[in-house]
């Protein structure tokens, strides 16, 4: 879809009273599959509504308790790579999650809202469970990070929360403690929340595989020209269109993947998957054609992250002024949530 459309459709899902909320676990750099599933949204988004960015440093020990100082490490990175892109902390807060006490407090308070049973049927963290390959010895913080994402979410009253369709199970469970604050408060004091989706399906890996950063799969938003041509080039196309003139497919077909997702001209997306299919375009054409499309994304990232990372004290500001601000938010937040436990004297 054209740039002009997704911000349509954008616009139509929030009005300017949403609130947002939403966060990245700081585990490593940031790639396309991020633009196109949330970091576009929320560049949509800013300036239209309240809008704060948490980095889940907090949730990323959830599993990662032994690689502390790469989670540190990845913090400010993570910031950079909000600013490249140009979330601009004039209109949204960056907030850091461990700045914010009161978010650790609201999780202690929810999690006497939330059974054991039901922490366990949570699909995503089902599937985690499973890849991490824990099995029995499931760390108690990871079972609970359902909780402290749904302190995360009413911490700031959010009202609309941009993420991946394998976050929808957190934003039941949210609404679900939202509603049992609600009625021990007697009042609605947090409102329920809604999940706002990317209309760009999943973006796989070059391979066609789940994109992921250890894989080495992923184009990095930082990818310089030459690793953006060999990522390229490794692109799995269709196995069958040996020759151009050959019929080829275009589902599966991680280029058109990419195409669909990035190229500011659908119209001649369309025209190109129709010459694919029938045989007269040949995949070299259709690299390039994304190498030029993603260079053109990419290269204004690539400059604005080299120019932020010689001046860590400007990165250092934001995260400072952020966490406060957001620090003042959630703690009205808490206030209330005590007053509900009868905490309040
Ligand atoms: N769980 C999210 C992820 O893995 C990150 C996250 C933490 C988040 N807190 C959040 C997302 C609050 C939305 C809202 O990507």
Not at 45 to 60: F, M, N, S
Not at 266 to 278: D, F, H, P, S
Not at 301 to 317: G, H, N, T
């Amino acid at each position: 879809m054209p740039a002009q459309s997704h911000d349509n459709q954008r616009q139509s899902q929030s009005d300017a009273t949403d609130v947002i909320l939403t966060g990245d676990r700081p585990t490593g750099p940031l790639h396309l599959g991020h633009y196109a599933g949330s970091l576009r949204s929320r560049l949509t988004l800013q300036g239209r509504c309240a809008q704060t960015l948490l980095i889940a440093d907090l949730q990323a020990l959830t599993d990662s308790s032994g690689r502390a100082a790469h989670v540190a490490r990845h913090v400010p990175e993570i910031a950079l790579d909000y600013l490249a892109v140009g979330i601009d902390p004039a209109q949204t807060t960056i907030a850091v999650q461990s700045r914010l006490s009161a978010l650790a407090e609201l999780t202690v308070l929810y999690l006497n809202l939330v059974t054991v049973a039901r922490l366990e049927r949570n699909p995503t963290v089902k599937a985690e469970v499973e890849l991490r390959g824990f099995e029995r010895d499931i760390p108690a913080g990871f079972l609970c990070y359902p909780v402290s994402q749904a302190a995360d979410i009413t911490g700031f009253r959010a009202t609309l929360v941009p993420v991946g369709d394998d976050q929808l199970p957190m934003i039941e469970q949210t609404n679900e403690i939202v509603r049992r604050v609600n009625r021990l408060a007697g009042a609605p004091v947090l409102p329920e929340c809604r999940a706002l989706l990317s209309d760009t399906p999943r973006l796989p890996g070059v391979d066609g595989r789940k994109a992921s950063k250890s894989v080495g799969n992923a184009i990095p938003l930082t990818a310089t020209t030459d690793e953006i041509h060999r990522l390229v080039q490794a692109m799995y196309t269709d196995p069958n269109h040996a020759r151009a003139s050959d019929p080829g497919r275009v589902e599966g077909n991680v280029v058109f993947a990419y195409l669909d997702a990035f190229d500011p001209d659908q119209a001649t997306v369309q025209e190109l998957k129709e010459r694919y299919r029938g045989g007269g375009l040949g995949d070299v054409a259709l690299k390039r054609r994304l190498e030029g499309v993603l260079e053109a994304l990419i290269a204004p990232i690539r400059v604005r992250r080299a120019e932020l990372e010689s001046d860590r004290a400007y990165v250092m500001d934001v995260l400072r002024a952020g966490s406060e601000h957001a620090k003042v938010t959630t703690e009205a937040v808490l206030r209330d949530v005590r007053a509900a436990f009868a905490l309040d004297a």
